[in-house]
């Protein structure tokens, strides 16, 4: 039997307008998985059904995770991936830009992980090894960026989050494994967007030296894909990682061992 299969499971992604989510809910409905693809607005092509989500409100997790539970019963796979990046100087960023990127990236996951505790842990029989939480992470947990104090921090956050989950769902006997996935410097909107701000507030740093100095940098040599992403998180949705629990895969060709 495959192990890495996901058919007959229920999935949700979160920040599947994005392009890691969208890579991610693809990859989970190709392998099998019924697919709930939630953001703020719906994708273009959205894998499986959409659902409107706002990751930094109560009431609206709890709307989402009502319907996933209307409509099929379980919940299997819960992939935290919203997330945002703002990028300033530390003393001049804003307050609001702050807190924003921490409700966002902490605030969200933690909101996921408490609201659809519940149906994971009545699902976890389902399967081997149990429902599955993969929350995304960053290289950014590791080491620091400068422009990147928010985004850091709250990957760090991120990160402990992951791990006292693990271990406290453990300890209440809930069959629910939770994971973390750490890419490196990914190929997306997103650092397109990185890039440009580093290069204005860094005094003028073209976006084509910056890039081809961070891809030198990494020890293989380039930038991660997305779907390259999207394959870790599949497996530690899968029993093929029934075992792997409070852990962290690094997604980044080296960059945190660099």
Request: proline share 3%; with cysteine; hydrophobic share 45%.
């Amino acid at each position: 039997m495959d192990t890495t299969r996901l058919d007959g499971t229920i999935a949700l992604v979160t920040g599947a307008n994005g392009d890691i989510g969208s890579a991610v809910a693809r990859l989970l409905a190709e392998r099998g998985a019924a697919v709930v693809s939630t953001d703020l607005r719906a994708p273009e092509e959205p894998a499986g059904e959409f659902a409107a989500l706002d990751v930094t409100s109560e009431a609206s997790w709890a709307e989402v995770i009502a319907l996933v539970e209307q409509r099929h019963g379980a919940l299997d796979i819960l992939v935290n991936n919203a997330g945002i990046a703002p990028m300033a100087r530390l003393d001049a960023m804003t307050l609001e830009d702050w807190r924003r990127c921490q409700q966002v990236n902490v605030e969200g996951m933690f909101l996921g992980l408490k609201t659809a505790s519940d149906l994971l842990a009545r699902s976890g029989p389902r399967r081997q090894g149990g429902a599955s939480v993969v929350n995304l992470c960053s290289g950014a947990s590791d080491k620091p960026a400068a422009f990147s104090a928010a985004y850091c921090a709250s990957k760090a956050a991120a990160r402990m989050l992951t791990r006292v989950a693990a271990v406290e769902f453990a300890a209440l006997g809930k069959p629910i494994r939770v994971n973390s996935v750490h890419p490196g410097v990914v190929e997306s909107a997103m650092m397109d967007d990185i890039l440009a701000t580093y290069s204005r507030i860094s005094g003028g740093t073209s976006v084509e030296t910056l890039r081809a100095g961070v891809a030198a940098g990494n020890p293989m040599g380039r930038f991660v894909e997305p779907a390259e992403v999207a394959e870790a998180v599949a497996f530690l949705a899968s029993s093929a990682a029934r075992y792997v629990h409070g852990d962290a895969i690094h997604v980044d060709g080296g960059y945190a061992a660099a």
